[in-house]
């Protein structure tokens, strides 16, 4: 029987072989979760979840309201710490939650919200990906090179035009948006996403669904939390969290 917040599986969608991906040579995986629970006070959110992304693939995690998804999430990302268990992660991580609101004082920009992502990755240049390639230019290149990964992720979100605007100007789509160009700018290895689809259109949403395609088609692996019925069906794995039992 199902406790609270454990999963019931995650396995490899219908016709995939468990074990990795083609093309990836084999490579073991980017995440490695095991045992994980987790109890805000003295409610247990989360019981023994065992999560494992490769290389090429997007997971889907899904479960019901209160099954403890976004706090998966977080412990995969070092965010929170499990009450029980362990996270092993190899590469750069990048985590894109959702921000339904942002203060009107927020000084930045959309651009230079993106420009984080590359700063970030500078600092943890001893990775792999677009990042840790900046850091070994000179200074004025690395510049250039960053300008041009920003402006790049800023029109796969399509929202170059939209680049010199105040965060706080823009809608709540169009600022997740920004935020996953953020998280997409450094070509971390380890991708994570919050409802990336959350609050957007239609034609975003799908737009959304490619780019976390695109991510892993270039070997990242791939973790989002989700209520898309579609992307559910398009993910490698799908991991359940059962619903939280009736206290």
Known sequence: MCGPGSA??????AGRVPGPSPGH????PLLLAEGLRFAYGGTEVLAGVDVEARAGEVT??????????????ELLAGVLRPRAGV??????????????????TLPLTAREVVALGVRRGEREAGGSGGAGRLAVLRRGERRAAARAAVTEALERV???ERAAEPLAALSGGQRQRVFLAQG??????LLLCDEPGAGLDERSADRARAIL??????????????HDDRAIAEADRVLRLAPPAPH
Do not use: F, H
């Open 8 to 13: 019931s599986a995650s396995w490899p969608r």
């Open 25 to 28: 040579g084999g490579a073991e």
């Open 60 to 73: 889907a995690i899904v479960g019901p309201n209160g099954s403890g998804k976004s706090t998966l999430l």
């Open 87 to 104: 996270v092993s992660r190899r590469g750069r991580l990048a985590l894109v939650v959702q921000r339904p609101s942002a203060p009107a």
């Open 158 to 160: 399509e929202l170059a």
């Open 184 to 189: 997409i700018v450094g070509r971390p290895g």
């Open 213 to 226: 395609r695109e991510e892993a088609a270039r070997g990242a692996a791939v973790i989002c939390v989700t």
